[in-house]
């Protein structure tokens, strides 16, 4: 069974939610999903899920999927799964036509889920210990944690294909994220020794290398100025002013855009930020909050974002 992981940063900062963990060069090669299901049909059922909370069998194809995780919401509808879809939690705004409620991951209330008749409801936490409650009333609960390193994203889109009778397209997902990811991260330059800082929040946070973030800058061959911070092996240290200046990174990509307004010019206005070579070479990169702190397909995006900095930074 694989352990309950620490949950990812975006939300990670909100519950402390983000995870993961560094490496360079290649995406490596995920291990399939520990699932059982009769031999000649591999899309039958029932089908037997090793999740975060143990082995969880599933008697037959799910028609009436309650997801509480933005990031699974976003799998599920990649993976076909999308029409058994019939209620999101209030943070799983992607994509547009997801059935989004007034549900709460955070916050999980019971009784509001069980209204919704599911026959599968999918978390990444087990927050008032929801999947024991839902247990109780024989509600069948699958806790696929965040991911900390990409083989961990690869696996739960796999699981969540097995599932939901839809492990085909699911497998499709996973090879052309990695694909996609491989070829973007071969073409970055990696001969600059690029530094960075990636800001969660205006705190400010940041993630490590250790981090699920950090692994993906690992593969564009970036440095990363948060690993020589005090307190850091939790992954998401608190950073100073001070500390960001002194190690003045090449490239700055801030998380915190849509939910603290953040940019170059805010970031200028802080106390001893105004020469940084990041600021006065114009490389800042404005990412997209809830792409840089979900690990579904759409980190392929992130990646993109990433490596066209990288290219940009390169060539300058």
Request: aromatic share 6%; net charge negative.
């Amino acid at each position: 069974m694989r352990p309950v992981r620490t949950a990812f940063a975006g939300a990670l900062l909100g519950t402390l939610l983000l995870a993961g963990c560094g490496q360079g060069g290649t995406t490596t090669t995920a291990s399939a999903p520990t699932t059982t299901a009769p031999a000649s049909s591999p899309g039958a059922f029932p089908v037997t899920i090793e999740a975060g909370n143990g082995k969880v069998t599933i008697t037959k194809k799910p028609e009436r999927i309650v997801s509480l995780s933005a990031t699974h919401t976003e799998t599920l509808f990649a993976i076909g799964a999308g029409p058994q879809v019939i209620a999101v939690d209030e943070q799983s705004n992607y994509p547009p036509e997801a059935p989004k409620t007034d549900l709460s991951g955070f916050k999980p209330n019971v009784e509001a889920i069980v209204a919704q008749k599911p026959d599968l409801v999918i978390v990444s936490d087990d927050l008032d210990k929801v999947v024991a409650e839902l247990g109780k009333v024989n509600v069948p609960v699958l806790l696929q944690p965040a991911a900390t390193k990409l083989d961990e994203a690869y696996e739960e889109i796999a699981e969540l294909g097995a599932a939901t009778g839809n492990q085909a397209k699911a497998d499709e997902v996973v090879a052309g994220m990695k694909a996609a990811i491989d070829e973007l991260a071969a073409k970055a330059p990696k001969d600059k020794r690029l530094t960075y800082y990636h800001e969660l929040d205006t705190t400010p946070y940041a993630a490590t290398s250790k981090t699920f973030l950090g692994q993906i800058y690992g593969l564009f061959g970036l440095t990363n100025i948060a690993d020589k911070a005090p307190d850091a092996a939790g992954g998401y240290p608190k950073l100073s002013a001070e500390f960001v200046a002194q190690a003045d990174p090449d490239l700055i990509f801030l998380a915190d855009v849509k939910c603290c307004k953040q940019s170059k010019d805010t970031l200028a206005e802080r106390p001893g930020w105004q020469n940084l070579s990041a600021i006065k070479n114009d490389q800042v990169v404005q990412l997209d909050d809830d792409i840089a702190s979900r690990w579904g397909p759409r980190v392929v995006d992130l990646a993109e974002a990433i490596g066209a900095a990288v290219s940009k930074a390169g060539t300058s």
